[in-house]
């Protein structure tokens, strides 16, 4: 994700992918633009090139959007997949929001939604300010890393465990206050993984992935051990060994979405 340069754009309607394709270009000029009307035409051009970024409706003449971000997971690299729907609001109340979906546009958002979500992937140029709770069971990583978030504007809460970090929190409501995203290594000393955080977040304190995001970074590189983590509850994922720029870029754009979200 560090540089994005090809990116599909899905859609039936002729207007809305040349609407996208301006979007896009305008933000990013060098971008390489490719376009389908349907689920079968994505799959053949994403079997013949590797896809960097994909926007997609989430109805189509042919099958559902998710079928192509759900192909995508499971073929190429790991990367932002927005799909634009009429129903966001009840797929986050339902708890539907897909495992392979980055993030899903309503429609009333228009034109201001789909800038804001693709400048944030592709050109994060301007500082977020914001709040992060920081779990690192490592104090030389740890002290390394926010030195890298207060670079960019962000202050950090860091502590070694879930325990700590559940305290901290609180509350769901004084977690979303709090908090504008938990940034958390997956594995942590004494057996802890960031799955418990993520389970006590979203299932017991009931907070969405909108209300409070939650990056994880891993260095497991099999594929379904990552969708696992994503289906639980995790917006987004950092592989190891960490890309400072990558991370920022995940980290920076989950708040400016949670921001944007709460306007």
Known sequence: M???ANILIVDASKLAKALTKKTVIQIKDDSKIFMAN?????????????????ITA???????GTD??????????????????????????ERLMDADVTDYLDKSQGKHGLEFFIKGILSPDTIVEGHVLYIEDSRVVAHATKKV??????TADHVLTITDAIELLGNGKEAIDKYDVILTDYYLKDNETAQWLIEYVREVQQVNKIELPMVVMTGDENEENQKKILKSGANDLVLKPVDNNILMKKVQFQIRFKQFKSK
């Open 68 to 93: 192509i971000c759900k192909f995508v997971r499971t073929n190429q690299h790991y990367i932002p997949v927005l799909v634009i729907s009429g129903d966001v609001d009840n797929r986050v109340q």
């Open 38 to 54: 349907t689920v079968a035409e994505a799959l053949e051009i994403i079997k013949s090139n590797t896809i960097d970024m994909l």
């Open 149 to 154: 978030l207060k670079s960019h504007g962000l």
């Open 2 to 4: 560090s540089e994005i």
């Open 58 to 64: 989430l109805v189509l003449p042919d099958g559902d």
